[in-house]
């Protein structure tokens, strides 16, 4: 940035300096071009507004004490004058534009100085195609009760789900067992709720953090299982804390759907067992119902086995023993994991849902980009 008299042919006048001091980060925009504009350490910035992950607004982020630009989509870095990647990914960087001080006023040369450049980044695991392939079915349990691994207790729904899992290999399926209280992921941190388009697939967290183990659940859901057998205690009239916790990091499933058009759950059939020592089992069961459904997944006939003691029993401990001795909830529990079985073998055979479905089946109109193409 220079003093000079006259400002250049071209450049286009941002206003006052002394105004443009304050907010330090601002998102402008010549024509359709978004600019980052920054003031770091007593010096003005510009680089493009554009995020080079998936075009997160850099402008809206913040300045971090590094005089780096942070994304407020997923927390990507870029320098506030240079434009270049932070250190380690000098090779992504966002174009920077010239400035200059003229009489208190600040210019800005809308010809880039330099050239957006994308480092080569290797696709998450997670992004690979869905395809079954051969094989027996798969049955993935899921339990979504919340324990304390050194103080273990009786859960009549992992119990119940055990015996689900048991019959399923003796029908010939694989299986697997995800205990959510053993897997450490991160909460939802809404990225949604920030822009449709941060909510990616996968899950902007499980591309950020290596150690979140969400991604087993991902993985279980749309690349591995044909049946999907989830249970849950009955949490004050709803399903558990943890299976709320799963389920609010799955919106990048159906998220996928919304904006993309994609379709992960394909030809998959999902079944629940839901019991507690508290009523309220039609909802918790409609919940359940809605999501998957959301997310692509077909039901057998009657899709769940439920039992609660109910509303005025009020004794747990009896709730437990009745579940613990109940050959009728283990015969009903073995005879959902069949028809679950028989429905996901004829989905497998039929191929009868797409990697795509047309808008209106699903949101019943045109998303309000879409209608204005």
Not at 113 to 124: M, N, S, V, Y
Not at 283 to 310: I, K, M, N
Not at 330 to 358: D, F, N, P, Q
């Amino acid at each position: 940035m220079t003093g000079d008299v006259n400002p250049p042919d071209g450049w286009i006048d941002l206003g006052d300096t002394e105004s443009l001091r304050d907010p330090p980060l601002r998102e402008i925009r010549i024509g359709r071009t978004r600019i980052a504009l920054s003031y770091h350490d007593g010096n003005f910035g510009a680089v493009s507004g554009v995020c080079n992950h998936v075009g997160g607004p850099l402008g809206q982020g913040r300045i971090d004490d590094g005089g780096y630009i942070v994304c407020p989509w997923h927390y990507w870095k870029f320098h506030c004058q240079t434009g270049v990647g932070e250190p380690g990914y000098e090779s992504d960087r966002v174009p920077r534009y010239a400035l200059r001080e003229v009489n208190g006023r600040l210019y800005l040369n809308p010809d880039a100085e330099t050239k957006r450049a994308k480092a080569k980044h290797d696709p998450h695991p997670l992004e690979r195609p869905v395809d079954r392939g051969d094989g027996p079915l798969k049955v993935l349990g899921i339990s979504t009760t919340a324990m304390d691994p050194k103080e273990p207790r009786y859960s009549t729904s992992e119990v119940l789900l055990v015996v689900g899992l048991d019959h399923a290999r003796g029908q010939g399926a694989e299986t697997r067992l995800l205990k959510l209280s053993e897997l450490s992921f991160r909460a939802c941190e809404g990225f949604y709720s920030k822009s449709a388009q941060a909510c990616t697939w996968p899950c902007s967290i499980t591309q950020l953090d290596p150690a979140d183990q969400m991604d087993r659940v991902y993985e279980g859901l749309v690349h591995w299982a044909d049946v999907v057998l989830l249970a849950t205690p009955i949490r004050w009239g709803g399903a558990s804390a943890l299976y709320y916790k799963m389920v609010e990091r799955l919106n990048c499933v159906q998220n996928a759907i919304t904006i993309r058009n994609k379709v992960l759950i394909q030809d998959k059939v999902a079944a629940f067992i839901i019991t507690g020592g508290q009523d309220n089992v039609q909802a918790v069961a409609g919940q359940l119902l809605g999501f998957f459904a959301e997310l692509g997944f077909l039901f057998p006939p009657f899709p769940y086995v439920a039992h609660s003691r109910g509303w005025s029993a009020e004794d747990m401990e009896r709730n437990v023993a009745v579940v613990a001795g109940s050959e009728e909830l283990r015969e009903g529990t073995r005879e959902l994991v069949s028809r679950s079985l028989v429905l996901a073998g004829r989905l497998i055979e039929t191929r009868m849902c797409g990697a795509k479905i047309a808008r209106g089946g699903r949101k019943a109109h045109r998303l309000e980009p879409e209608a204005a193409e």
